[in-house]
């Protein structure tokens, strides 16, 4: 059975840093488009980051351009998102996913999920 974890959350007051950790079982995403989406309440669903092996891409939504990376372990199976220079906008659930690619409606693509960490952004 595939499972994503997510880890790494917690609160942070604007300006600071985390790194998000989702390690993943059961799937090998080495040669899989991943990424990570948020979602907070009251706003849309959101894809920050996608990155793409086969298609030799990554995707950065506006909002974290220049503020978060993705990176991935594939040894480990595992990938990262480190988040800089962090806002309160910033504050929701993380998720993060693998799939088919990181073109188009690529939040649909990815078809594995975790169930997410909560980031909190706040003075």
């Known amino acids: 059975q595939v499972q994503l974890v997510e880890s790494g959350g917690g609160s942070v007051q604007p300006g600071g840093s985390l790194r998000l950790t989702c390690s993943a079982s059961?799937?090998?995403?080495?040669?899989?488009?991943i990424g990570w989406i948020r979602e907070a309440p009251g706003k849309e669903r959101e894809g920050i980051l996608c990155?793409?092996?086969?298609?030799?891409?990554?995707y950065y939504d506006d909002s974290v351009k220049g503020r978060f990376t993705i990176a991935r372990d594939n040894l480990k199976n595992t990938m990262y998102l480190q988040m800089n220079s962090l806002k309160p906008e910033d504050s929701a659930t993380y998720h993060c996913a693998a799939g088919a690619y990181c073109s188009g409606s690529w939040v649909d693509a990815l078809d594995a999920w975790g169930q997410g960490t909560l980031v909190t952004v706040s003075s």
């Open positions: 059961g799937r090998t995403f080495s040669n899989e488009a």
């Open positions: 990155a793409s092996m086969s298609e030799g891409s990554t």
